[in-house]
């Protein structure tokens, strides 16, 4: 299977060239594409130069702008869509998912459609949270699966591996979410087309350097869009 995992950055520039290093250490051979928001840090312009480094395993995509993360993830997926990859994964720049788990979900995504990374199960963990976003991320996966009927045990969650096939299938066209609420939409969509989905455990670490994107218009977004959501699929 052809697999590529795609990482939206914006201003991650000092944890870009350690997360490339540990990706071709821990699953050599798995293409990577880049796809930056016009950063103001010089990401973009960093991730081209590494690309004399990792050559052929290494791809950028340059946004005009920051808008959003579920934007960033569609024009992703819609770029390895056209490039015949079986498979596509997705995982966050800023060094809080371990690469080291990548061969798990391409082994689980032999036999699943879908393959969702969990903190929130046995073996899994979430590292260096306060108490407070640690409540917040129980509390809206709970809501989620509340105004859905999910099963899943983290609906929010970044590091996922999707066929593509299924991507095709659940459709990127209509799409409406663009914040963390992005993740849950993706899943929901897989979840009513009833796609084999699996879980496995991952340990999530809060990022070291930059800063989180999470804000207010986000946790907004993600409280009524999850509403709309349920009636709109």
């Avoid at 103001?40 to 005009?64: I, S």
Wanted: proline residues 3%.
């Amino acid at each position: 299977m052809r697999a590529i995992v795609i990482i939206p950055t914006y201003n991650e520039r000092p944890n870009l060239e350690t997360l490339l290093q540990q990706i071709h250490e821990r699953a050599h051979g798995l293409h990577i594409l880049i796809v930056d928001d016009n950063s103001p840090d010089g990401t973009g312009e960093a991730a081209e130069a590494l690309r004399e480094k990792y050559g052929a395993e290494l791809f950028v995509l340059h946004r005009q702008k920051k808008e959003g993360l579920g934007r960033a993830y569609v024009e992703g997926f819609r770029h390895a869509l056209a490039q015949g990859y079986d498979v596509i994964l997705q995982m966050d720049a800023d060094l809080s998912h371990d690469p080291g788990t990548l061969p798990v979900f391409l082994d689980q995504i032999a036999i699943s459609d879908a393959v969702i990374g969990s903190r929130y199960i046995r073996d899994a963990g979430v590292v260096n949270w306060d108490f407070k976003r640690l409540v917040l991320s129980k509390w809206a996966t709970r809501y989620i699966r509340l105004i859905t009927r999910m099963p899943f045990s983290d609906a929010t969650g970044g590091f996922n591996c999707w066929r593509s096939r299924t991507l095709q299938a659940i459709g990127l066209d209509d799409v409406f979410s663009n914040g963390y609420l992005f993740q849950a939409e993706l899943k929901y969509k897989a979840f009513r087309k009833n796609f084999k989905v699996t879980e496995i455990p991952i340990v999530f670490a809060e990022r070291n350097l930059g800063k989180s994107k999470l804000d207010r218009h986000i946790i907004w977004e993600a409280i009524w869009g999850v509403l709309k959501l349920r009636f709109k699929y």
